[in-house]
Nanobody
Framework: QVQLVESGGGSVQAGGSLRLSCAAS????????MGWYRQPPGKQRELVAT???????NYADSVKGRFTISRDNAKNTVYLQMNSLKSEDTDVYYC??????????????WGQGTQVTVSS
């Protein structure tokens, strides 16, 4: 009932920038929070950045000062501006939204993932 469409991934040189977008659509009553995660090979999926509907943000230490998360509540869209990219940032990035139904039940939904490749 809910679809997450990610875009903006690609390949860049170290030091370059990318902006990821994730738009949620479908049966949406309200959004509690949105965020971006990545999953290095052989490791668990890890938080990159999150933002609540009120605007509170949280970042992984490795991306602080380089990445900026933002959202457009009217469009149910979350963005991740990625600057000063490093080769270590290469990964598949997954969008996450935590939704709340009209009955107050919360659900987590995940995007299909978008590849970010940074060459050194």
């Amino acid at each position: 009932q809910v679809q997450l469409v990610e875009s903006g991934g690609g390949s860049v040189q170290a030091g370059g920038s990318l902006r990821l977008s994730c738009a949620a659509s479908g049966s949406i009553f309200s959004i509690n929070a949105m965020g971006w995660y990545r999953q290095p090979p052989g490791k668990q999926r890890e938080l990159v950045a999150t933002i609540t509907i009120a605007g509170s943000t949280n970042y992984a230490d490795s991306v602080k000062g380089r990445f900026t998360i933002s959202r457009d509540n009217a469009k149910n869209t979350v963005y991740l501006q990625m600057n000063s990219l490093k080769s270590e940032d290469t990964d598949v990035y997954y969008c996450n939204v935590n939704l709340k139904s009209r009955l107050g039940v919360r659900y987590d939904y995940w995007g299909q993932g978008t590849q970010v490749t940074v060459s050194s």
